[in-house]
């Protein structure tokens, strides 16, 4: 017997940054949206211990050992329940590696409710959220979906109400960024200024809820995205293509390279990927919707 789960992934609709904190952690203002670009992670029962195999066109970027976040989270859920991690996780990757959209954190979420499920742990909605935030501050809410509120480093949700779909073109980048690195160029460009405690804006939580498209792309911001400019230049040309082919909004997902466009509805989002995939400033153009659920076990 297998158990399947989809996990999809993440855009920032708003990301507050606060200053370093002394555990080198960042407090964020984090609105958190899912959209429609899932990995897959299958647990099957092995019999010795854990493996983790990937497949996907981003697969050769994955790493298969205990790092992997899917194989810690399998990991820390077998130590909490005192049982051997004989699993074999398979991932089939459709969300982009390193590309700010929560990839990895979608496998860890993923592999933890498929193992949850597998082995009859039973551990409690509280429980699997406390491993989730112990594997990384983006992992609780590719658990959750939907659209949240991260505070602290991000991890702790207030889950948010969206009143209509939103459309969203996303273009993958040539090469990854790494989010420690995209951090630590946030700090640099911020020395010697006075870094404000982040805080949620009204005007993204009031268009998430009415559901207007319009409205969210006045007021979706990234304060990551100087540093991740700073660190990959070349992203400033894909996003001003996304603008001239009539994205209302284009902006630096989380922590980059992936940029992302949202778009009046599903034909104009179609529309912009035509023009951005003949652009030739990005290597894969990708549509999706949002909000949808978070990790889900498929039948
Ligand atoms: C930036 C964001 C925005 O949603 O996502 P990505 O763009 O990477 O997907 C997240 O904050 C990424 O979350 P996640 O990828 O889970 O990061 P973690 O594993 O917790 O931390 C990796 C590293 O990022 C930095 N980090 C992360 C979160 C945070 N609030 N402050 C930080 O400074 C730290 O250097 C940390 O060591
Ligand atoms: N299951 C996984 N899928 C992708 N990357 C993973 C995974 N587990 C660990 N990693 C590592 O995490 C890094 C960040 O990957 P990812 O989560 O895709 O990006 P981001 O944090 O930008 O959303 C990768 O470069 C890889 O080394």
Known sequence: MSVRVRVPAKVNVQLAVGAARPDGFHDLANVFLAVSLYDEITATPAAD????????????????????????????????????????LHIAKDIPVAGGMAGGSADGAGALLACDALWGTGASR??????????????????????????????????????????????????????????????????????PEPA???????????????????????????????????????????????????????????TAFLATDAGSASDIAGVLRAS???????TAAGAVPGATVLE
Do not use: M
């Open 49 to 88: 211990g854990l493996r983790v195999t990937c497949e996907g066109p981003d697969a050769g970027q994955v790493p298969l050992d205990r790092t992997n976040l899917a194989a810690r989270a399998a990991l820390a859920l077998a130590d909490r329940y005192g049982r051997a991690p004989d699993v074999h």
């Open 126 to 195: 509280e429980e699997l959220l406390d491993i989730c935030a112990e594997l990384g501050s983006d992992v609780p809410f590719s658990l959750v979906g939907g659209a949240a509120l991260g505070t602290g480093r991000g991890e702790r949700l207030t889950e948010l109400e969206v009143g209509g779909d939103f459309h969203w073109v996303f273009a993958l980048a040539a090469r990854g960024l790494s989010t420690p690195a995209v951090f630590r160029e946030f700090d640099r460009l911020g020395e010697g200024l006075e870094i």
């Open 200 to 258: 949620a804006d009204q005007a993204v939580l009031d268009a998430l809820a009415k559901g207007d498209a319009a409205a969210l792309a006045v007021a979706v911001s990234n304060d990551l995205q100087p540093a991740a400019l700073s660190l990959f230049p070349e992203l400033s040309d894909t996003l001003a293509a996304g603008r001239a082919a009539g994205a209302l909004a284009a902006l630096v997902s989380g922590s980059g390279p992936t």
């Open 280 to 286: 030739g400033t990005c290597r894969d153009v990708r």
